[in-house]
Nanobody, 115 residues
Framework: QVQLVESGGGLVQPGGSLRLSCAAS????????AAWYRQAPGKQRELVAR???????NYADSVKGRFTISTDNAKNTVYLQMNNLKPEDTAVYYC?????????WGQGTQVTVSP
């Protein structure tokens, strides 16, 4: 059973930065890649960034140029570096990976961007 554990959320002022981390219980990211999603209050969960096992990346238009997804396969960890944060980035951020059988999700970490 794969477990994903996120960390790194918190309260930050507009224009600030945070780095989220997600540690997996096994070497799943090197096989299936990883993604970060977020869900703001009253809104649907949305894809923020994705990285494939070959390190190709794609981003939501709203975060392009500000967020960077990366993996450290030796540590079974995926990161989301978030720069120039805006109030509209406030949400619970979830780590995700998908095998042919199912999705795996972390418990989520709260990011709040406020003066």
């Amino acid at each position: 059973q794969v477990q994903l554990v996120e960390s790194g959320g918190g309260l930050v002022q507009p224009g600030g930065s945070l780095r989220l981390s997600c540690a997996a219980s096994g070497s799943i990211f090197s096989t299936y890649g990883a993604a970060w999603y977020r869900q703001a209050p009253g809104k649907q969960r949305e894809l923020v960034a994705r990285i494939t096992r070959s390190a190709s990346t794609n981003y939501a238009d709203s975060v392009k140029g500000r967020f960077t997804i990366s993996t450290d396969n030796a540590k079974n960890t995926v990161y989301l570096q978030m720069n120039n944060l805006k109030p509209e980035d406030t949400a619970v951020y979830y780590c995700n990976t998908q095998t042919p059988i199912r999705h795996y999700w972390g418990q989520g970490t709260q990011v709040t961007v406020s003066p």
